[in-house]
């Protein structure tokens, strides 16, 4: 992993022609309705359509190239963005603030190693969960459980299945049918009270790829779902983000040919009206062979957006340029009517592609001092082995949420300010306001590291009164690796999160030749009263490796009341 060299040059947009074509529309390949979930539990299709024993670590990366003096010319710099935001300092919280006060009312164990009959077959878990007013949806990497609100599995023994059994009533020899991949994602669309179950699916070459959809049919996850395939040729969609909107399902992907070589980072919207009714769907997208991981906006509350509001993506030029960088904004309009007039721009008269630039301070890195040789550092208790902080991203979900007196985004990513050869990963945290207006504003940008713990694969979310909690990995050479999680009270000083509390400490570390940890996690704010937050992740009950547990932790801020 090298760095692009630009000799004094900020790669700021990525808005030329060369690179630009009109929106990618597709039509979904294949489509058809599931049996309920219910159904396929009690028929004891556990064992069908398992993980490739061989498919056991994903370690999709986009290489950084050196580009020498000689090679300036051949590098394509394209115009500064049209809106700016000034250079902003990050606050570095260097000192806890004071207790969390949370209670964490309730805790239990996920899939993972210890839940009877699981298990695990490939590693990290990629871990997810939605959350309904009734019932929680956790899916990790192959396989998929639906609990209650207690912890309680509701499909039948042993609690899980495989997750491609959902899409068993697409015709044979179709992707998502076939391949059971992973790299899943749940949400429960809150707007029409459905969930939405996505996986991706390729054959052992790589050469037919897809990403796969099951809409529910009615808002219980043991039901039924309208179930579709989108085909993307001979190019993997990896690491799909998924978020809500109320006009399309977004996502985001980095695309890789040969399963191996990076392609582009795209941005796709889904016809989400129709995927709700079942009907024949498209999807629309844009493509940047200059960015990585694009993570779409994902709606939370009850406020929707304003009429007509886009869907925002972040991302930033990490792969392009030396600190700073630039955090990039971009706004998704999604037409299913007539797919040329989408978009993809800073909306405020930018090319597809062109973007919202939010600028960062010098001493800004991704974790393990910018990932010089690579981005694995995170160290743990009794071994050399040291874990990934996939700092080179913003990590899952990029939440949004209209208070009424402001729109407000939230995300999270592993940063190292140190100015030292220390290597650190860091919890960074951003609130953006008003993120349509020219410009948006930066509310909150902070750092939280109040001890020389490593602290990563982060994921926020605020509760409807404006509180955030975070959760987090935390790891150091004197502890195992832990589950944890910190945030504040809307009226706390800004840019400050109270003292992280303990979700479940770590009784054992990864061992050697293994690096990938969690891929991603999962905070989500429960519909039913819009208060409660739930977190989910990986720890690992004892040295070794692929034997790692999960946690679905629930807690609650006192001042946010039904």
Not at 369 to 374: E, I, L
Not at 386 to 408: I, K, S
Not at 424 to 448: C, D, H, K, M
Request: aromatic share 12%.
């Amino acid at each position: 992993m090298m760095r692009k060299l630009l000799y004094g040059f900020l790669f700021a947009a990525v808005a030329a022609s060369a690179q630009v074509s009109g929106p990618i529309v597709t039509n979904a390949s294949v489509m058809a309705v599931s049996p309920t979930l219910e159904d396929i539990g009690r028929l004891g299709q556990t064992n069908l359509f398992q993980t490739d024993g061989g498919y056991v670590e994903r370690n999709h990366y986009r290489p950084k190239v050196v580009v020498p003096p000689s090679g300036l010319s051949a590098v394509p710099l394209a115009p500064a963005p049209l809106v700016s935001v000034a250079a902003d300092t990050p606050y570095n919280q260097t000192a806890n603030f004071q207790p969390l006060g949370v209670t964490i009312s309730t805790n239990f164990e996920a899939l993972g190693v210890g839940t009877p009959g699981y298990s695990v077959t490939g590693a990290p878990p990629d871990t997810t969960m939605g959350v309904s007013p009734t019932q929680i949806v956790q899916w990790v990497n192959s396989h998929i459980a639906v609990y209650d609100k207690a912890g309680t599995p509701l499909l039948a023994a042993p609690g899980f299945i495989a997750g491609n059994v959902i899409w068993s009533a697409l015709p044979a020899g179709s992707l998502c049918r076939s391949f059971n991949r992973g790299d899943p994602l749940v949400q429960y669309d809150r707007i029409a009270g459905r969930w939405i179950l996505s996986q991706f699916a390729f054959n052992g070459t790589f050469a037919q790829n897809a990403q796969c959809f099951a809409v529910s049919t009615t808002s219980s996850a043991l039901g039924s779902y309208n179930l579709y395939e989108f085909s993307f040729g001979g190019v993997l969609p990896d690491y799909g983000k998924l978020g809500v909107w109320p006009d399309a399902y977004y996502m985001s992907y980095n695309m890789f040919t040969t399963g191996s070589t990076f392609s582009d980072g795209r941005a796709c919207a889904y016809d989400r009206t129709a995927m709700l009714a079942g009907g024949p769907a498209t999807s629309v997208c844009f493509e940047s062979p200059d960015d990585f991981s694009f993570l779409p906006a994902d709606f939370d509350g009850t406020n929707l957006p304003p009429a007509g509001s886009p869907n925002y993506y972040i991302s930033w030029n990490y792969y392009n340029v030396f600190a700073p960088y630039t955090m990039q904004l971009r706004k998704f309009v999604a037409n299913f009517a007539t797919p040329a007039n989408s978009s993809f721009t800073d909306g405020f008269g930018g090319g597809n592609l062109s973007f919202v630039g939010f600028n960062m301070d010098a001493a800004t890195k991704a974790a393990c001092n910018d990932g010089a040789t690579n981005l694995t550092c995170v160290p743990q208790l009794g071994t050399t082995q040291r874990l990934d902080t996939l700092a080179d991203r913003q990590m899952y979900r990029l939440v949004y949420r209209n208070f009424g007196t402001h729109e407000a985004l939230l995300f999270t990513q592993s940063v190292d300010t140190n100015e030292t050869s220390v290597l650190q990963a860091q919890l960074r945290w951003w609130e953006i306001r008003n993120p349509g207006a020219n410009p948006p504003v930066v509310f909150q940008n902070s750092t939280y590291k109040p001890d020389a713990t490593f602290r990563w694969m982060s994921s926020a979310a605020f509760d409807r009164l404006g509180n955030i909690g975070i959760g987090f990995s935390a790891s150091s050479s004197t502890m195992n690796p832990a589950i944890r999680i910190a945030g504040r009270r809307r009226t706390d000083p800004v840019n400050l999160l109270r003292t992280e509390q303990l979700v479940q400490a770590g009784a054992g570390s990864q061992g050697l030749s293994l690096n990938r940890w969690g891929d991603y996690s999962t905070m989500q704010v429960d519909p039913q009263d819009d208060c409660k937050l739930w977190y989910t992740t990986q720890y690992i009950g004892a040295n070794g490796t692929f034997n790692w547990r999960t946690k679905i932790a629930g807690f609650k801020f006192p001042n946010c009341v039904p």
